[in-house]
């Protein structure tokens, strides 16, 4: 954005919907004009030819201010991210015990994976998976310094790996920790067309770290959405002065920024993790997958019907969003977060996100209180955070501008915009169940409002978006809210879900009957919806 | 009608040009045709190893070092025109490990075209001499046969006959896997269809990979699925396709799942701009006449979606998220 525009086009082109907002300057700032979220499919030119049409038609004032023309929205500049479909990568090593951790990073690193190990599988096969025209990159690894057990076996698989990355030139290889040693065997790297690379050996139980940030560089092309996200996710950060987690549910992958300010004149920094099997709906969901949405799902559907309704979503995944479609859709939805979160464990040692974004097309079509339960039902810690949701979905295209400080002043002017507060969800942990529990008071500009604290359940605070408040928790027994207390004030801001005291366990323990997990889930979405306590 | 408007509903495309399809091959197989040449329906392409090995091999001290991927020829047996046959897979300490087996299978090319690309141990590519109608999955080998029109309802076993052997039917909305298992044992080579259940399609992919372990072969039968796994009929526009094809020649591949013809001589009109088809929700299956977007409106459930007035065949209006709609373009 460089010419001065008055107005621009954000377009967020994912895999099964496109979302384009119109951005113009206003008195002296950028605002969000309006948006629009169509299916994948649909023409861009004529979705944005909508957007313009109706912003104009709302306000022919503002429209003759930012100079649109009728039908000249589609001459505006653009600001545009698209996200791509995973590649598989195929992950090998020479045991089973140093293969676990290679998977583990690789495949939160934007990459479909497949894995094999010498001690696991012949030869022959390994070289039938390298040489499957659907693996695009090798990720061969070794402990630095190998360990006993691998020192045997990594000249050989150096050999295997070598000869068919010298039969597919393009195949991409990724030689990390111990097995550095051996990139002699591969010849001249340089006259390849596929790069080999040296990568630092994965780590147990930390899945995160520097090989995971060199295969997300390597899996994510330069404007794709998922790497903007990360960027985005910095500068909102350091606008709001928060620690901030950004969640995103797609078509092909589940994403995961956290950020946090800078401190002290240090820059912002963020974490990214794109995980292909935290997708909405994977394309070829097995028991598991199957099994984990039915757990959310109050449907009561058998698993080869639950299976056909993932691999509908997985092949048109705009359709059938209303009735059983949308409960389906935020049961997946919910499944996916989880195996987010899954693949993201050393995230769990840190203090919990002041705020908690919900962004992309899982969440598009779903009430606003009831995507605010799906995340707190899923990623669950204790102590009291915010929540909102990129409802424009232009955080991602807003990441993707590539000056740092522009990207910031731009984060800044729409920072009101491009957030729909969820509103604040309070967890406390360690209540003793059966009895009340304590009990809360409200103190907002309109009057105070007391509530009973029952452990197991919901309790509601209608705080509308842009008001605050706080509420005065007191605690019959020791509880964990952030710190270990009693008696605890939070400053609370309000939201289309208001203000949620979660006194569900952590984490959320749900009932083996599928008709009692129903009746629960139906409950608590009740409870958002409707006001009612559950 | 605005053309603009009905430019927001999903597109999908009804006939694909050209038609790239990838035959894969593993180590050890062997491929018969190189880059460029020109193949002909039924002509052999590669010949695969039914169960491939890796065998160690020491290379002639005077012997110059093979490249990995290169054929291996061993030693004449007594009583046959040559030795057995493999491939070079990797060599280590001075030994090679070749991938071999001892039975092969022939696998043929469904329809006339040009090989663009052959990777030993990876696949061999073809450009069709023709068109095609992509399909969500194709499960099974490349085949060809004549294409015959079903039941546009589900196909059960009982409605298969002896006489549809050598054809490729086309039976409508679903199928299941009863019927694809003796559809194969009586000799059908593949079958076109709306919707697989995901059960269906894992009891025939388990009796598929049965029939293929098994020492005596049926010949490759596939099938195509075109829309995904509940059932909803074919929509018109494939179904008018599919009728100006039947009684002739038509192949189905995996990689792109796809059903390929080669009949340059049909005109294939293509479908009015304002024809929409429903593919889910209550009125799924059905088509009509795309009037206008309304812009958002609230469906049940609580969701608010970009919607569209379809007039259907009736005469009624219907508003639809714009999601729930398709064209063919």
């Given amino acids: 954005v460089t010419s001065e525009p008055r107005a621009f086009i954000a377009l967020d082109t994912g895999a099964a919907t496109v979302a384009a907002a119109m951005i113009g300057r206003v008195g002296s700032r950028w605002r969000l004009i309006g948006s629009i979220t169509m299916p994948a499919g649909a023409d861009v030119e004529a979705i944005i030819a909508v957007l313009g049409a109706r912003a104009a038609d709302a306000d022919p004032a503002l429209a003759v201010a930012l100079d649109l023309r009728h039908g000249g929205a589609v001459d505006l500049p653009r600001l545009e991210v698209a996200s791509h479909p995973p590649r598989k990568l195929a992950v090998v090593a020479a045991s089973q015990r140093a293969l676990e951790p290679l998977v583990a990073t690789a495949s939160r690193s934007g990459w479909l994976t497949a894995a094999a190990s010498t001690d696991g599988t012949d030869p022959l096969a390994m070289s039938t998976l390298l040489l499957d025209s659907g693996v695009h990159g090798v990720l061969v690894g070794a402990g630095d310094p190998p360990a006993a057990d691998e020192r045997r076996a990594l000249g050989e698989l150096a050999a295997l790996i070598a000869a068919a990355a010298g039969r597919r030139p393009e195949l991409v290889v990724v030689l990390a920790g111990g097995m550095s040693d051996h990139l002699p065997a591969f010849g001249d790297v340089g006259r390849r067309p596929g790069e080999v690379v040296l990568g630092p050996s994965a780590r147990r139980g930390i899945p995160g770290g520097p090989l995971a940030d060199l295969l997300l560089e390597l899996a994510l092309p330069p404007a794709d959405a998922h790497r903007s996200l990360g960027w985005g996710a910095m500068a909102l950060a350091d606008v709001l002065d928060r620690r901030v987690d950004v969640v995103e549910i797609g078509h092909d992958a589940g994403t995961r920024a956290a950020a946090s300010p800078g401190v002290g004149g240090a820059s912002a920094t963020a974490e990214l993790a794109v995980v292909p099997t935290a997708a909405l709906a994977p394309a070829d969901p097995d028991d598991a997958v199957v099994d984990r949405v039915g757990l959310w799902s109050t449907w009561g559907a058998d698993r080869h019907r639950l299976r056909d309704r993932l691999r509908e979503l997985r092949i048109a995944p705009w359709a059938d969003a209303t009735g059983d479609g949308a409960t389906l859709r935020l049961a997946a939805a919910r499944a996916a977060l989880s195996r987010l979160a899954e693949c993201t464990p050393d995230w769990d040692d840190r203090p919990p996100a002041d705020l908690t974004v919900a962004t992309g097309g899982a969440w598009a079509v779903a009430a606003a209180p009831t995507v605010a339960l799906a995340l707190v039902d899923v990623l669950r810690r204790p102590g009291a955070g915010q929540f909102a949701i990129d409802h424009a979905r232009i955080l991602a295209p807003l990441g993707s501008i590539p000056d740092a400080d522009e990207r910031r002043a731009m984060v800044a002017d729409l920072v009101d915009d491009l957030l729909a507060p969820l509103g604040t969800v309070v967890t406390p942990a360690g209540m003793r169940t059966g009895r009340n529990a304590g009990s809360v008071v409200v103190h907002g500009v309109t009057g105070e409002v007391r509530l009973d604290l029952t452990p197991g359940g919901l309790a509601l605070v209608d705080l509308p978006p842009g008001s605050s408040a706080v509420a005065e928790f007191t605690f019959r027994d020791t509880v964990k809210l952030g710190a270990r207390g009693r008696h605890f004030a939070i400053e609370v801001t309000g939201g289309l879900g208001g203000l949620v005291v979660d006194m569900r366990d952590v984490p959320l323990r749900l009932p083996d009957r599928a008709d009692l997990r129903g009746e629960m889930l139906e409950s608590w979405q009740a409870t958002l919806l409707n006001g009612r306590d559950a | ?329």
């Fill in chain 2, 1 to 329: 009608v605005s053309t603009a408007d009905v430019r927001l509903v999903p597109a999908r495309r009804l006939i694909s040009a050209p038609v790239d399809a990838l035959f894969a091959l593993a180590p050890g197989d062997r491929a018969l045709v190189a880059a460029g040449d020109s193949v002909v329906v039924g002509a052999p392409i590669a010949e695969m190893i039914r169960d491939p090995r890796l065998d160690e091999f020491d290379l002639p001290t005077d012997a110059e070092a093979p490249l990995p991927g290169s054929r291996w020829t061993g030693n004449n047996r007594r009583g046959t025109d040559g030795g057995p046959t493999g491939e070079y897979i990797f060599d280590w300490h001075g030994r090679w490990r070749v991938a071999t087996g001892d039975i092969t299978d022939a696998l043929e090319t469904p329809f006339a075209g040009i090989v663009r690309e052959v990777r030993p141990g990876t696949g061999i590519t073809i450009r069709a001499a023709g068109r095609g109608i992509r399909g969500i999955v194709a499960l099974g080998g490349p085949t060809r046969g004549r294409l015959q029109l079903g039941a546009d309802g589900e196909l059960r076993s009982g409605g298969l006959d002896v006489g549809s052997a050598g054809t490729i039917l086309v039976v409508g909305s679903r199928v299941d896997a009863e019927t694809l298992t003796r559809a194969r044992a009586m000799g059908v080579c593949g079958v076109v269809v709306a919707g697989l259940a995901s059960k269906e399609r894992r009891d025939f992919i388990g009796s598929e990979a049965r029939q293929r372990a098994a020492l005596h072969r049926l010949p490759p039968f596939a099938v195509l699925v075109l829309d995904g796994a509940t059932r909803r009929p074919l929509a018109g526009a494939v179904r008018a396709v599919l009728a100006a094809l039947a009684g002739f020649e038509v192949a189905i591949v995996t990689d792109p799942p796809m059903l390929v013809f080669d009949r340059p001589n049909l005109v294939i009109p293509p479908p009015p701009v304002d024809l929409v088809r429903i593919r889910a929700g209550a009125m799924s299956g059905r088509e009509g006449q795309f009037i206008t977007a309304i812009g958002p409106r609230r469906f049940p459930g609580g969701a608010h979606l970009e919607a569209g007035i379809v007039r259907l065949p009736d005469g009624t209006d219907a508003a639809i998220p714009l999601g729930d709609l398709e064209r063919f373009v």
